[in-house]
T-cell receptor, first 109, second 115 residues
């Protein structure tokens, strides 16, 4: 059973478009992290959100943690080809990370 | 930032043989290391958690006798896939966390192909 469901699974867009990726669960997490992974490499941490309702911005990326700490979203403004990759959310639970199902993003020039 | 390395980066082995994968924290002491497996086009699945000097804790469904984990020092953990079979072919990723730290630092992964 996958605790963290991401949507959409795949996203193919043109450069300059905006997009939102969702990460949903019925479980409460002490923190939630977002990673980006390129093919053949390990995941790279983008952000950690800890407080319910927290919003963090990283250049064109905006991350939000749900009030109940069960869900999160990642919004990318004006996507660029360099944003292409696999985006993974991961919830921290009892000192372990539970990874989401993943969203594969492709941005065409 | 904290750096974690894995060796080898890729390995091909014959069915029935054993393969050892190393995970090293290069610039910090890792009290806890984690091993994940990632099948093509899928997410990371936690296999086991190892603390330095103690036995690893395996996730449900992961055979501890098949995936041997050793965390003998604060900078090195090894995963040995014993009697490998083609279905063990996967991308194996380790991560390391320092004492008192919640953040995990991920290695670059090891691609295992069993023929």
């Amino acid at each position: 059973t996958q605790l963290l469901e991401q949507s959409p699974q795949f996203l193919s867009i043109q450069e300059g478009e905006n997009l939102t990726v969702y990460c949903n669960s019925s479980s409460v997490f002490s923190s939630l992290q977002w990673y980006r992974q390129e093919p053949g490499e390990g995941p790279v941490l983008l952000v950690t959100v800890v407080t319910g309702g927290e919003v963090k911005k990283l250049k064109r990326l905006t991350f939000q943690f749900g009030d109940a700490r069960k869900d999160s979203s990642l919004h990318i403004t004006a996507a660029q080809p360099g944003d292409t990759g696999l985006y993974l959310c991961a919830g921290e639970m009892t000192d372990k990370l539970i990874f989401g199902t993943g969203t594969r993003l492709q941005v065409f020039p | 930032g904290a750096v974690v390395s894995q060796h080898p980066s890729w390995v091909i082995c014959k069915s029935g043989t054993s393969v050892k994968i190393e995970c090293r924290s290069l610039d910090f002491q890792a009290t806890t290391m984690f091993w994940y497996r990632q099948f093509p086009k899928q997410s990371l699945m936690l296999m086991a958690t190892s603390n330095e000097g103690s036995k690893a804790t395996y996730e449900q469904g992961v055979e501890k006798d098949k995936f041997l984990i050793n965390h003998a020092s604060l900078t090195l953990s090894t995963l040995t896939v014993t009697s490998a079979h083609p279905e063990d072919s996967s991308f194996y990723i380790c991560s390391a966390a320092g004492q008192g730290g919640n953040e995990q630092y991920f290695g670059p992964g090891t691609r295992l192909t069993v023929t």
